[in-house]
């Protein structure tokens, strides 16, 4: 048996959609995205969305558009995909980073307060794995010291905490669609945010700093060419027309995970706080102390099961390693780090397929 690690779940409405643009002879800068804009912020339940060709886009765009620069200090977690990070490098900024909760995996926010000086500009919490984290209480800290907050929901969309959807706090929140995520748009992201001046500027800067009502060759500040396209858009409105869909034939897939996983020696389930409305992004398990994480990942690959060590931490990627950061600095991160395994997750993954891969890490454990 072949299991990726992950796979789109692409419909005969996906290919319709897409095919409807191709015949349409507006590829870009046309109805599908605005159409896809108004389904995401009717979704989150925020004012405004805007498409963008990528997440990492779409954290630029948030970074710049709330006036993060030169020098600003930023305040995240380096557990978390690379881009969250980058995107404060982009304006030459500074990541500063506190530790995580050790059970959701999510920044720890009582570390928060203590990193906040007169640099700090901004709070960039991510939502790890669609785990939606406190955004009231980090809304708290940013209103106390006048700090704008970008949540990093690219892994989060329909997650919610006590009841508030992921992305719908923050100044600025961005969604990503690359093939892996609860839906996709092939590559795709969107900013989220109730702030009209915000949205304005993102939408200027992400098709090259034009005035949004005007002339094609006016230019009124630097920007870039971020633009989602019609047919990238055409397949997220498809998948958008199914999301509560989506979102609960991912849950199933991780019930059945948990059933078959939660009393394996060796093995820790993810844990969800009780507060949160988990929308899966990946299933990532826990191996306890002394076992060989790499012996049950080879083990794993050589009977055709797809997994990955999510995450490396930022901090000990070497271009962070050569800004100053080294191993130590983040205790909690560093050690999860070192026993997680994000299992094959998606729409469609069957039963048979979940038991194979429960029965072949099994086999593995018994033999790291
Ligand atoms: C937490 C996080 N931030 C940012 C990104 C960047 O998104 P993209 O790959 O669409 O640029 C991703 C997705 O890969 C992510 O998981």
């Known amino acids: 048996m072949k299991i990726p690690l992950s796979q789109p779940d692409i419909t005969k409405r996906e290919v319709d959609l897409v095919l ?42 948030a970074v710049r558009a709330l006036g993060i620069k030169d020098g600003d200090e930023v305040i995240t977690t380096p557990f978390s995909f690379v881009a969250s990070s980058n995107c404060i490098l982009f304006e030459r ?14 920044m720890d926010i009582s570390q928060i307060e203590g990193k906040i000086n007169s640099k700090t500009k901004a709070i960039l919490p991510v939502d790890v794995f669609g785990q939606a984290i406190d955004m009231k209480s980090i809304m708290d800290i940013a209103e106390r010291y006048g700090l704008k907050v970008i949540e990093d929901a690219c892994e989060a969309l329909g997650a919610e905490y006590d009841g508030q959807k992921a992305g719908s706090l923050a100044h600025a929140a961005v969604f990503a669609f690359y093939p892996n995520k609860q839906i996709t748009t092939a590559e795709g992201g969107v900013i989220v945010t109730n702030d009209d001046e915000v949205a304005k500027l993102c939408r200027s800067m992400r098709s090259q700093g034009r005035p949004i009502t005007g002339l094609w060759l006016e230019h009124e500040r630097l920007g870039y060419n971020y633009r989602m396209s019609e047919l990238h858009a055409a397949l997220g409105v498809a ?7 989506i979102l609960d034939k991912r849950q199933k897939v991780a019930d059945m995970y948990n059933e078959r996983l939660k009393n394996v020696a060796g093995v820790k389930v993810p844990y969800i706080h009780p507060k949160v409305k988990m929308s899966w ?28 060590p999510y995450f490396t931490p930022i901090h000990l990627q070497p271009f962070y390693r050569e800004m100053g950061y080294k191993e130590g600095d983040f205790p909690v991160t560093e050690a999860v780090a070192k026993t997680t395994i994000a ?16 029965e072949k890490l099994k086999e593995a454990l018994s033999m790291a």
């Open 20 to 61: 409807k643009v191709l015949s349409s002879n507006i590829l870009s800068i046309g109805p599908m995205v605005e159409e896809f804009e108004k389904r995401i912020a009717e979704f989150v339940g925020v004012k405004h969305a805007i498409a963008v060709n990528s997440g990492t886009s779409g954290l630029h765009l």
């Open 93 to 106: 900024a500074k990541p500063v980073f506190v530790d995580i909760d050790p059970d959701t995996l999510n």
């Open 239 to 245: 998948q958008m027309e199914r999301i509560e869909e």
């Open 281 to 308: 992004f990946v299933y990532v398990i826990r191996l306890e102390r002394g076992i060989d994480r790499n012996k049950v990942m080879e083990y794993l690959l050589s009977n055709g099961i797809g997994c990955r």
């Open 343 to 358: 299992l094959p997750f998606y729409n469609n993954l069957t039963e048979e397929e979940i038991d194979y891969v429960v």
